[in-house]
């Protein structure tokens, strides 16, 4: 079974501070993997996603995550945060050639002035 | 430029009474989505059609029906409602011929009393 893991509901971070937001999936031969962004009353965007190819993906507003296929992971990160960023943080994963899009529990960052 | 359009986006309804929600997308995708989200469980798949004429259940279906109209419209009904499918509901639909990625809508806010 499609699974997602977010480890940490909540990630208070400093402005201009690095973050690192954790995902784990489940194990699978082809898999795809998204981060969506939940910023207050709103719908989901998508920050970045992997497909296939290199394993470091760069996506909107200085986000990036790396597909670790022997840590089924795909933690997103940012070298330095702004306040714009505080918002709810979901991963997501799909399998090739399934129509199930699997979301995690969210992760909610809150940056502090 | 609409993309996904859903309504109605507040209700509020007595327990056993039923509604349906409605959704749309312009944008010729084939799969189409349900998803509720509650604090701290993050986006849950209720139902999904991978393409006109086909209809899926998610994680949480227990409760609701669906109907997949034509290829731009999909439908949640609850027939009979109760406290506990009081939440946030999202329609989404994705684009599986390139990005793969999700269009979300602006989200339904149910209560149930």
């Known amino acids: 079974a499609q699974s997602v893991t977010q480890l940490d509901s909540q990630v208070p971070v400093f402005e201009e501070a690095p973050v690192e937001l954790r995902c784990n999936y489940s194990s699978s031969v082809s898999v795809y993997l998204f981060w969506y962004v939940q910023y207050p009353n709103q719908g989901l965007q998508l920050l970045l996603k992997y497909l296939s190819g290199s394993t470091l993906v760069k996506g909107i507003n200085g986000f990036e995550a790396e597909f670790n296929k022997s840590q089924t992971s795909f933690h997103l990160r940012k070298p330095s945060v702004h306040i714009s960023d505080t918002a709810e943080y979901f991963c997501a994963e799909v399998h090739g050639g399934y129509q199930k899009v699997t979301f995690g529990t969210g992760t909610k960052l809150q940056v502090i002035p | 430029n609409a993309g996904v359009t859903q309504t109605p986006k507040f209700q509020v309804l007595k327990t056993g009474q039923s509604m349906t929600l409605q959704c749309a997308q312009d944008?010729?995708?084939?799969?189409m989505y349900w998803y509720r989200q509650d604090p701290g469980m993050g986006l849950r798949l209720i139902y999904y059609s991978a393409s006109e004429g086909t209809t899926d259940k998610g994680e949480v279906p227990n409760g609701y029906n669906v109907s997949r109209l034509n290829k731009r419209e999909f439908s949640l009904r609850l027939e009979s409602a109760a406290p506990s499918q009081t939440s946030v509901y999202f329609c989404?639909?994705?684009?599986?011929?390139?990005?793969?990625?999700?269009?979300f809508g602006s989200g339904t806010q149910l209560s149930v009393l």
């Open positions: 944008m010729n995708h084939n799969s």
């Open positions: 989404a639909s994705r684009d599986r011929e390139g990005s793969e990625k999700l269009f």
